[in-house]
C-alpha cells in the first residue's frame, strides 16, 4: 500500500509540474513579439506605418513605439497596433495584448489574422512612412514617402499586378531629352513619354493604352499631341492628323503644327536606353518610372507646391504687413494661385470691396466682399486631382472660387455676424484639408471638402471669450492648433478641437503670429511685435521671454527658410524693408 500511495502522490507532483512546464511554455509563446504586418487579414486593404498619431493615445515609450494601422476600407473601421504598451486612450478605445504587442480600437473584435497579399508584399523602410493598399481590381500599391524639408514630398510607388512582362521595354535616349525639354517649358500643361512591353495592355498610372514600343504625349494651349511608335512609325509620323501603323497624331486645330517639339524617332541597334521607361509631369508632380520584369511598375515621384516652394500645407498669403481687423484693407497683392488650365499664375489682389484674379493683367474673376473686410486667400486642390481653387475668407463669408470664378460645391460659408478668424490645416500633407472658422459667440466650426462638417469635432468655447486666430502646429507626431483668443490668452487644442495643452502665454490682439517650434509644445515659442513696435518672442508654456525678445522693432514677423538650408529663419518687416536673423538670433546680411 505504501508503495502504491507513492506511486500516486509521484504522479500527481509529475502531473503538476508537466501542467507547469506546460503553462509556462504557453506564456513563452504567447510573449513572443508577432510582427502583425506577417499575418493580418486582407480585409484590411489599406496598411501605414508609421501610422499618424492619434488624439489622446499614449504609450509607455514613445520613443521606440512602432504604431501601425490598419484599415478596412469597406466601412473604414481602423484597428492600431503598437509595439509599446498604451497608457492613456481615446474615448471609446480598447487595447487588448496580442503576440508581444498591443491592439488599440473600438472594435477589437474584428482583428482578423490570415495572411494574403498584402502581408506576402510588405515591405516597410526606415526614415519614412510606408503605406499600401489592395485596390479593388485586385492591384497591390505600395508606397514610400521620405522625410524631407518643408515643400517637396519624395516617395516611391510600387504597382502589383496583372502578368509578367515579356519584354524589357526600350525608351529611346532623345525621346528622354524630349521629356525633359517639354516638361520644363511654362507653355506645356503636362508631359509624358514612356515605352512598355506589349504583354501589358493597360497600366493604370501611366495615362494612357499602351502599344508595343515607346510612346509620348503633350498637351498644350489645351490641344493633345499624341504619338505611338510602333511598326513603320517613321512612314507614319509623316502623315498628317492620321491614326495609322501605330502612330496616332493630333495636330494644332487649323493653326501650325507643334509636332516640332518632338524630336525625330530614330530606331536602331545603337540606340542607347534612356534613364527610365516613364515619365510624366503634371502641374508641378514630376514621376519617373521603371518597369521591373516580374510585372510591377517602380515609380519616383516628386511634388512641387503652391507659393514660394516652401511649404506643403495651405498658408494665407503674405503682403509684408500685419493687417488690423478693424480697418479696411488697402488695395494690394494678397497672393498668388496656379491656373491649372494655362499653366500660369494668377495674382489675387485686394481693391475696393472686391478680390480679384488677374492673370498677366487680364481680370480672371472677380468676388465682392463687403466693404471694410480683410480678406485672406489660399490656393487649395479641393479633388487631389491638380485643378485648383482659391480659398478667400472675409468678413461673413468664406468663399472656395475655381479657376472660371465658379463657387465649388459646398460653398460659400456665411455668418451673420462676421466670421473672428479663418484657417485651413493640411495635418499630413495630403491636400485633404480642414477648413476652420471661428464666430464671435465662441463657437469654431470644422468643414471638410465640399463643406460637410467634419465628423469628430468636439470643441466647446470658454464663457464670454471668442477665438480671433488659427495656427497649426505638427511637434514630432502631434497636432497642436494654436487658438488665440479676444483677451490675448490662448488655448492649445489637439485635431477634435478639445483642449491639448494649458498654456500661460499672451499675445495681442490684432497681430500676425509666427512660430519656432522646439522639442516640446512647452519650449516652442511664439513671435509678435507689440504694441511698442518690438519683436517679442515667448514660450508657449510658461510665457518666458527668449530669443528674439526685444532685440530688434518692425511692422512684423515671419518664420521662413531663405537661405535653402533647412533651418528656418525669422524675417523681420521693417520701415526700411527686411532683417533677417538666424536660429542663434544673429543678424544676417540681407
Known amino acids: 500500500m505504501i508503495w502504491q500511495r507513492g506511486l500516486t502522490i509521484g504522479s500527481v507532483v509529475v502531473a503538476v509540474l508537466g501542467s507547469a512546464v506546460w503553462v509556462l511554455s504557453k506564456r513563452a509563446e504567447e510573449l513572443q513579439y508577432v510582427d502583425p504586418t506577417d499575418v493580418v487579414s486582407d480585409a484590411f486593404d489599406y496598411w501605414e506605418q508609421p501610422a499618424v498619431w492619434p488624439n489622446e493615445l499614449e504609450v509607455a515609450d514613445s520613443l521606440s513605439c512602432t504604431l501601425t494601422a490598419f484599415t478596412r476600407s469597406a466601412d473604414s473601421l481602423r484597428i492600431f497596433h503598437s509595439s509599446s504598451a498604451p497608457t492613456s486612450l481615446p474615448n471609446g478605445w480598447k487595447s487588448q495584448a496580442w503576440q508581444g504587442g498591443w491592439i488599440l480600437g473600438s472594435s477589437l473584435g474584428a482583428w482578423e489574422v490570415n495572411p494574403g497579399l498584402m502581408a ?140 516640332s517639339r518632338v524630336p525625330a524617332y530614330e530606331s536602331g541597334g545603337s540606340e542607347v536606353p534612356a534613364a527610365f521607361d516613364f515619365a510624366r509631369n503634371i502641374e508641378g508632380e514630376s514621376r519617373t518610372g521603371r518597369a521591373l520584369v516580374d510585372g510591377r511598375l517602380l515609380w519616383t515621384v516628386t511634388e512641387e507646391w503652391v507659393g514660394d516652394g516652401t511649404s506643403s500645407t495651405p498658408a494665407a498669403a503674405e503682403s509684408g504687413a500685419s493687417f488690423d481687423a478693424s480697418r479696411s484693407v488697402a488695395s494690394g497683392v494678397l497672393g498668388y494661385a496656379r491656373n491649372h488650365r494655362s499653366g500660369k499664375r494668377m495674382e489675387l489682389v485686394a481693391e475696393e470691396n472686391r478680390v480679384v484674379a488677374r492673370e498677366d493683367g487680364r481680370e480672371m474673376w472677380k468676388i465682392e466682399i463687403e466693404p471694410g473686410a480683410v480678406p485672406e486667400v489660399w490656393e487649395v486642390d479641393l479633388y487631389r486631382n491638380g485643378k485648383y481653387q482659391v480659398a478667400i475668407g472675409a468678413g461673413r463669408f468664406f468663399h472656395v472660387i475655381d479657376v472660371l470664378g465658379r463657387e465649388a460645391k459646398g460653398f460659400p460659408k456665411r455668418w451673420s455676424t462676421g466670421f473672428s478668424a479663418f484657417a485651413i490645416f493640411d495635418y499630413d500633407k495630403n491636400r485633404q484639408f480642414r477648413f476652420l472658422m471661428a464666430a464671435p459667440n465662441g463657437e469654431v466650426f470644422n468643414f471638410r471638402k465640399e463643406g460637410e462638417r467634419t465628423p469628430g469635432w468636439k470643441f466647446k468655447a470658454q464663457s464670454g471669450r471668442h477665438i480671433i486666430s488659427l495656427s497649426h502646429l505638427r511637434i514630432g507626431p502631434r497636432d497642436y492648433i494654436f487658438a488665440g483668443q479676444d483677451d490675448g490668452s490662448v488655448r492649445i487644442l489637439d485635431r477634435t478641437g478639445e483642449d491639448r495643452f494649458r498654456s500661460a502665454v499672451q499675445v495681442p490682439v490684432g497681430q500676425s503670429l509666427a512660430f519656432r517650434l522646439g522639442k516640446d509644445i512647452a519650449s516652442s515659442t511664439v513671435l509678435y511685435v507689440d504694441e511698442a513696435g518690438w519683436v517679442q518672442e515667448r514660450t508657449i508654456g510658461l510665457n518666458e521671454p527668449v530669443g528674439l525678445s526685444q532685440m530688434t522693432r518692425g511692422l512684423g514677423v515671419r518664420v521662413e527658410d531663405r537661405t535653402g538650408d533647412g533651418i528656418p529663419e525669422v524675417v523681420v518687416t521693417t520701415q526700411a524693408g527686411e532683417e533677417l536673423w538666424d536660429a542663434g538670433n544673429q543678424r544676417l546680411v540681407n
Open 120 to 259: 506576402a508584399h510588405w515591405q516597410p523602410r526606415s526614415e519614412g512612412r510606408t503605406v499600401q493598399m489592395l485596390l479593388r481590381d485586385g492591384t497591390l500599391e505600395s508606397s514610400f514617402e521620405r522625410y524631407e524639408s518643408e515643400g517637396k514630398t519624395e516617395k516611391l510607388v510600387t504597382q502589383i499586378g496583372g502578368a509578367a512582362d515579356q519584354g524589357k521595354p526600350l525608351l529611346p535616349q532623345q525621346w528622354e531629352t524630349w521629356y525633359d525639354r517639354v516638361a520644363a517649358d511654362t507653355d506645356v500643361e503636362s508631359a509624358a513619354v514612356g515605352a512598355y512591353p506589349v504583354a501589358t495592355a493597360y497600366v493604370a498610372d501611366s495615362l494612357q493604352w499602351l502599344v508595343d514600343g515607346p510612346w509620348l504625349t503633350c498637351s498644350v494651349d489645351g490641344v493633345h499631341l499624341y504619338a505611338y511608335s510602333g511598326v513603320d512609325s517613321m512612314t507614319a509620323v509623316q502623315i498628317y492628323g492620321s491614326w495609322e501603323n501605330g502612330v496616332w497624331y493630333i495636330p494644332a486645330q487649323g493653326e501650325e503644327s507643334l509636332w
